[in-house]
T-cell receptor, first 120, second 110 residues
């Protein structure tokens, strides 16, 4: 259980266009989802916390008007990169949080497979 | 500020040997820690977690040790296999979120 999918897995877009990335929890409901960005050979950096039915909470330095997040249902969150530029090229990863972890921990985040965005 | 970091960026290990990956954290209030494995081009995969009221937890071929006195945790992989080659991250949740360490790449030599 606890499978998270992302679509697309890979996208190439032209500078100035917008790209939407979907994150779905396939076999559970997730009131909270997270969006991360990962540059090559670096760690994951949290961009924002997405809560179903409410506005996302963005980390310091992340432009909320550029990275639009919508969490309209308990199984779907979307990240739209607006007016993308080459510096937005990165690996975008979402995760969904379980209230009670499958392994017995207080909670766990299950990660999607990531979306490789390349802006030309 | 709060940080979770790793001592070694790359660990080369002979197949069959044990691997030890270390992680230091700065927030003494952290009460839960998680180890993730990330293979190239994929999202992180949960390996094992530990609460702060424990100092050791074992899983299948993996053991996590927590030393709260020095704010250090480690991941031990027994009998390392080629499929263990990946980047390993420790993470700690400040509240609802996760802060990730810098990652250690494990390379398994045949």
């Amino acid at each position: 259980g606890a499978v998270v999918s992302q679509h697309p897995s890979r996208v190439i877009c032209k500078s100035g266009t917008s790209v939407k990335i979907e994150c779905r929890s396939l076999d559970f409901q997730a009131t909270t989802m997270f969006w991360y960005r990962q540059f090559p050979k670096q760690s994951l950096m949290l961009m924002a916390t997405s809560n179903e039915g409410s506005k996302a909470t963005y980390e310091q330095g992340v432009e909320k008007d550029k990275f639009l997040i919508n969490h309209a249902s308990l199984t779907l969150s979307t990240l739209t990169v607006t007016s993308a530029h080459p510096e937005d090229s990165s690996f975008y990863i979402c995760s969904a949080r379980l209230t009670e972890g499958l392994a017995g921990g207080p909670y766990e985040q299950y990660f999607g497979p990531g979306t490789r965005l390349t802006v030309t | 500020g709060e940080s979770v970091g790793l001592h070694l960026p790359t660990l080369s290990v002979q197949e069959g040997d044990n691997s030890i990956i270390n992680c230091a954290y700065s927030n003494s209030a952290s009460d839960y820690f998680i180890w993730y494995k990330q293979e190239s081009g994929k999202g992180p995969q949960f390996i094992i977690d530990i609460r702060s009221n424990m100092d050791k937890r074992q899983g299948q071929r993996v053991t996590v040790l927590l030393n709260k006195t020095v704010k250090h945790l480690s991941l031990q992989i027994a009998a390392t296999q080629p499929g263990d080659s990946a980047v390993y991250f420790c993470a700690a949740p400040p509240g609802n979120k996760l802060t990730f360490g810098g990652g250690t790449r494990v390379l398994v030599k045949p």
